[in-house]
């Protein structure tokens, strides 16, 4: 009798000393949900419906359960018409990201998606992908975000790929992982969620393979890890604040890589939330990338066997007031200095730019007043407008070459479509290879 009293409570002690899980821990609670709405509306309010942009959105709503089931209808029967329709031109990554956001959960209404062929399409991707390497210095096609996306996207949903070879090809030396010589804090994190997945299907037994292979996977994770948490902020970023909800997904997955003390995940939890109060994540793929990390969730919940969660209790976010991505822009012109900087040839113009406008207004008056020496080719992307092309000479990936955009000498961390110039700012392109 005395016994049986005494069990749950021995229960409760036992469940009590049983550590709890990073993401749990890390999770905005039920009753400060409401600080994400700020982020739910950015990505709801966007025109996500439209294109593959809309794949990184999708997943994150999915993800954090804050569609209704009709919403989620509509868009993944849309999403398929899209993906079905662009499939050919589309990167690696791109497709793989079709691939997690349409697999995310299973809706309820009985649309079928053929993943097996969509799987195979993205393994040939992945191959020559592999094979552009292999051709060209090992340099991919893409870069080594969009390769991580792919692995995760093909071991998530049983397609082909050489574990060897991933093991080989994701060593944390590689140059893929840095630009300039610096770590790329996405990157790594992308890796990490890949090789963690790859890493537990092997465990699981799905992968049968050679220990040697299973060791080194488990290494790169280490040193990944140990990467991305030298990169850790003051406050608490991880890399900087487009980097950070990744890098919390990455770390939440592999929480035995690393002690308690080196990463408090509150604290950069906290810092996040401070700053969607103050306004940041204004982009919808911004907004996206955050939102999982701080609903506890991590890429490798993504499962087209378990049932979409539906209806979080802010999803009627969309009656709220939109914010504004664009920045106000005022009457009053301002001067501000612009170049393009080629090797050494330096070509300088002053422009007059309406107050609170984006380095884009800069580069066009540019080019409106001197089209031979000022013209350029953007393309649109989920980040915004990228700089593709200046003055004819275009960005090639299987050189590593790119157009960098600077002010005052320091690279920005935004683009040209969202970076707001201030009078007398020296702004930059610069022909610069990663
Ligand atoms: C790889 C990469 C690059 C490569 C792109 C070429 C390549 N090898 O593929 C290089 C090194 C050249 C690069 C350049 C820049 N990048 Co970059 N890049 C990335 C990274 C790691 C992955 C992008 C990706 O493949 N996504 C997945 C695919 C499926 O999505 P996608 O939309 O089709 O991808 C394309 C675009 O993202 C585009 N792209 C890459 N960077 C940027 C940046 C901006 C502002 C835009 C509009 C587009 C763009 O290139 C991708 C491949 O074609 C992201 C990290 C992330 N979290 O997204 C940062 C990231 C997007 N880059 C960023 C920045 C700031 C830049 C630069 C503006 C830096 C600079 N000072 O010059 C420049 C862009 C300048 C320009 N010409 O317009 C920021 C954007 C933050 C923001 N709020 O806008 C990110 C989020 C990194 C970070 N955490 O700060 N980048």
Redesign the pocket.
């Known amino acids: 009798m005395r016994q049986s009293h005494q069990l749950p409570l021995v229960g409760l002690l036992l469940f009590s000393l049983i550590p709890r899980q990073q993401c749990e821990i890390c999770k905005v609670s039920k009753e400060n949900k409401t600080a994400l709405k700020p982020l739910v509306h950015t990505m709801i309010s966007s025109n996500y419906t439209k294109g593959i ?1 809309a794949a990184k959105v999708l997943l994150s709503l999915r993800l954090g359960g804050f569609l209704n089931q009709n919403q989620d209808q509509h868009l993944i029967e849309q999403f398929i018409l899209t993906v079905r329709s662009t499939e050919p031109s589309l ?1 690696s ?2 497709l793989a ?1 079709a691939i997690l956001a349409l697999g995310a959960c299973k809706g309820t209404d009985g649309i079928s998606i053929n993943y097996s062929e969509l799987v195979k399409k993205l393994g040939n991707k992945y191959k020559a992908e592999i094979k552009n390497m292999e051709d060209h210095d090992g340099n991919p096609l ?2 080594y ?2 390769l991580s ?1 792919d692995v995760l996207a093909l071991c998530l949903f049983s397609g082909n790929y050489s574990v060897p070879k991933v093991a080989e090809i994701f060593k944390p030396g590689n140059k893929n992982y840095y ?1 300039h010589k610096q770590f ?4 790594g994190a992308m890796a990490v969620l890949a090789l963690t997945c790859v890493k537990r299907s092997i465990t699981s037994g799905q992968n049968k393979i050679d220990t040697k292979d299973l060791d080194n996977i488990d290494n790169h994770i280490k040193l990944l890890i140990r990467k991305i948490l030298s990169q850790k902020t003051e406050n608490g970023l991880l ?2 604040i ?2 950070t909800g ?1 890098a919390m997904q990455a770390l939440f997955v592999s929480s035995n890589y690393y002690n308690k003390n080196q990463w408090v995940c509150q604290k950069t939890r906290d810092t996040v939330l401070k700053e969607i109060s103050q306004g940041a994540f204004r ?1 919808p ?2 907004a996206a ?1 955050i939102l999982p990390a701080l609903m506890g969730k991590t890429y490798l919940n993504v499962n087209k066997d378990s049932s979409c969660v539906y209806g979080s209790d802010i999803s009627h976010i969309s009656t709220q007031k939109p914010i504004s991505v664009t920045p106000a822009v005022s009457a009053s012109q301002i001067k501000v200095n612009y170049s393009v900087v080629i090797n050494n040839a330096k070509d300088r113009i002053v422009v007059s730019v309406a107050n609170g406008s984006v380095f884009l207004k800069v580069m066009e008056q540019a080019q409106k007043e001197n089209a031979a020496l000022f013209r350029y080719v953007s393309e649109e ?8 092309t200046v003055r004819g000479i275009k ?1 090639n ?1 299987t050189n ?1 070459t ?5 002010s005052n000498g320091e ?8 970076y707001v110039v201030h009078a007398g700012d020296d702004l930059e392109v610069r022909w610069s290879t ?1």
């Not at 992307?381 to 593709?388: A, C, E, H, K, V």
């Not at 790119?402 to 600077?406: M, N, P």
């Open positions: 942009q990167t990554g791109q990201l893409t870069n975000y969009q996306l630009f790329s804090v996405d990157t890399g900087n487009d980097s990744e982009m793929t911004a990338q992307t989920s980040w915004g407008p990228y700089i593709t960005a990936t590593r790119y157009w960098e955009l600077l690279p920005l961390s935004e683009g040209a479509g969202s990663y």
